[in-house]
């Protein structure tokens, strides 16, 4: 069963830091680019930022750049995406996604 496991979600006050992972389940990541997403009711889904598993390459959402930071552990078919000063416009449930696999999908709430 091909999936990803997310995990490190949760409520931090404004500037606090999370690190969210993303796990591949059933298979290696290799050559994939691996990204992270974020829905917010009523919004359009917005693409915060991936990864080229092979070379490294990575991308950010503007409104992320010098705050999150995406980086990727080959030996575990893992993907981290550290997320530092947050602001309460992070608060959304966060999807990682490579081609047509998504993950579950992790709560993230930034609220004093």
């Known amino acids: 069963h091909l999936q990803f496991v997310e995990s490190g979600g949760g409520v931090v006050q404004p500037g606090g830091s999370l690190k969210l992972s993303c796990r591949a389940s059933?298979?290696?990541?290799?050559?994939?680019?691996v990204g992270w997403f974020r829905r917010v009711p009523g919004k359009e889904d917005e693409g915060v930022s991936c990864?080229?598993?092979?070379?490294?390459?990575?991308y950010y959402e503007n409104s992320v750049k010098g705050r999150f930071t995406i980086s990727r552990d080959n030996a575990d078919d893992t993907v981290y995406l550290q997320m530092n000063n947050l602001k309460p416009e992070d608060t959304a449930v966060y999807y990682c996604?490579?081609?047509?696999?998504w993950g579950q999908g992790t709560q993230v709430t930034v609220s004093s």
């Open positions: 996604n490579s081609a047509d696999l």
């Open positions: 990864i080229n598993i092979k070379d490294g390459t990575t």
């Open positions: 059933g298979f290696t990541l290799e050559e994939a680019t």
